[in-house]
């Protein structure tokens, strides 16, 4: 099977969810027998060098990237109120020389499938059909709406509530819209596919979740055990917004009860967060940036802290916490996607009051939990390993093409 994977960001390296799980599968992929392409766009946040990516992972996987900037200007944002097209879509979906680099593929070879990651790649979608014939599947990583709705019922400033208010029905309207259109629909939780179920979309859908490479996870204590530690994109504001509510509100209230407990936070581009600039004023808050190896920090810190209530889709750092049989205090949002039910190591909290209890719990806990750390594992690797999810995934993929 020839597969082309279109990428509204360069997969590698992999060092934020999306990412992890479009590398993930590609490999996997390419592992079970499939040809892989990968086009991606190359921009201002996640830009990367093709001749840098590790040999062995280009012998895999054909890479090819287009620099297209999708960088933010408030005079497009003020604009874009006065029409009636969402301004997300426009941002990602009207890059000619993306267009140009995706006919080249098209007609210089035959794929038998076409996997958009995400919905921001649906408007080559016309492109698509005028130069191939392959089936073209809607990876959905979100649902991208319900970010927007989400984070509009958080957010305090009137203006900008207005402007992700009107930005979410309009993305919404396009992103029912659009369903139908695909020939296949590949859905991240079983929730998302019941909501684009109850929305009108008639075409196949299936189910597959973030997977992750099992045997590159490891259970281990931690040197600083009794730490807290948050890791994800501090560019994204879900991320902003849960980490500013926890320091604001969480945070004092923890550290008055564990004055030499720190808590540490990571991720990319912190510089993006202009919160950032704050931190220095919370005791014993560390603000790390990006780190090299995330699964080495993981495993060298206590409790993770998901602080997430205006995100969508699934917490893939949540996972690979999981895997490394971390305790995770998150939220009813932060926990959506994974059926955590037997697991006793995830802690939800929705309030100030009862994440403030959670938090408190798992530090007490962290210690002695070494049967929990086997059970969690095995949850994981019953439920997100990627080989099998990719096995299914490609049952799917020859169902719509034998179609």
């Not at 093709?50 to 005079?75: C, G, Q, S, W």
């Not at 076409?114 to 080559?124: D, F, H, I």
């Not at 919160?275 to 206590?302: C, H, Q, T, W, Y």
């Amino acid at each position: 099977m020839n597969i082309l994977i279109l990428a509204h960001k360069m997969p590698y390296p992999p060092k934020d969810g999306g990412s992890i799980v479009t590398l993930n599968y590609a490999k996997e992929l390419s592992r079970l027998g499939c040809s892989v392409t990968i086009l991606a766009m190359n921009t201002y946040k996640r830009r990367f060098k093709i001749e840098e990516i590790p040999t062995e992972l280009r012998n895999m996987i054909k890479f090819y990237a287009v620099d297209v900037d999708t960088k933010i200007r408030p005079l497009y944002l003020l604009v874009n109120l006065f029409q009636k097209k969402s301004y997300h879509i426009w941002r990602y979906g009207s890059s000619d020389k993306f267009k140009e680099k995706l006919i080249e593929l098209l007609k210089n070879n035959r794929f038998d499938i076409v996997q958009l990651e995400g919905l921001y790649l649906a408007p080559y979608l016309n492109v698509i059909r005028e130069n191939s014939k392959a089936k073209v599947v809607l990876r959905a990583h979100n649902i991208e709406y319900e970010i927007l709705e989400r984070y509009a019922e958080w957010e305090k400033s009137l203006l900008k509530k207005l402007w992700l208010k009107i930005q979410a029905r309009r993305l919404k309207k396009y992103e029912l819209g659009v369903l139908n259109s695909f020939d296949g629909i590949v859905a991240i939780t079983d929730r998302d596919a019941k909501i684009f179920k109850e929305s009108g979309c008639r075409i196949p859908i299936h189910v597959a979740p973030a997977g992750i490479e099992i045997e590159n996870y490891n259970p281990s204590e931690g040197k600083e055990s009794d730490s807290l530690f948050f890791i994800g994109a501090l560019d994204w504001f879900p991320n902003q917004q849960g980490l500013e509510w926890f320091l604001k509100n969480v945070w004092p209230r923890v550290y008055e009860k564990f004055p030499n407990l720190k808590f540490y936070i990571a991720g990319r581009n912190p510089h993006l967060w202009k919160f950032s600039k704050k931190i220095s004023k919370f005791p014993n808050v560390e603000l790390i940036g990006e780190v090299e190896d995330a699964r080495e920090f993981m495993g060298s810190k206590g409790v993770m802290i998901v602080p997430v209530f205006s995100g969508s889709g699934i917490r893939v750092k949540i996972i690979e916490a999981m895997a490394m049989g971390k305790i995770v205090v998150t939220t009813s949002v932060g926990i959506e996607g994974i059926d955590y039910g037997c697991v006793n190591s995830v802690l939800i909290a929705d309030t100030v009051d009862e994440f403030i209890e959670k938090t408190v719990f798992a530090l007490m806990e962290v210690k002695n939990r070494n049967q929990d750390r086997e059970t969690t594992l095995s949850f994981v690797r019953q439920n997100f390993d990627v080989k099998k999810i990719v096995i299914k995934n490609i049952d799917f993929y020859e169902n719509l093409i034998s179609k």
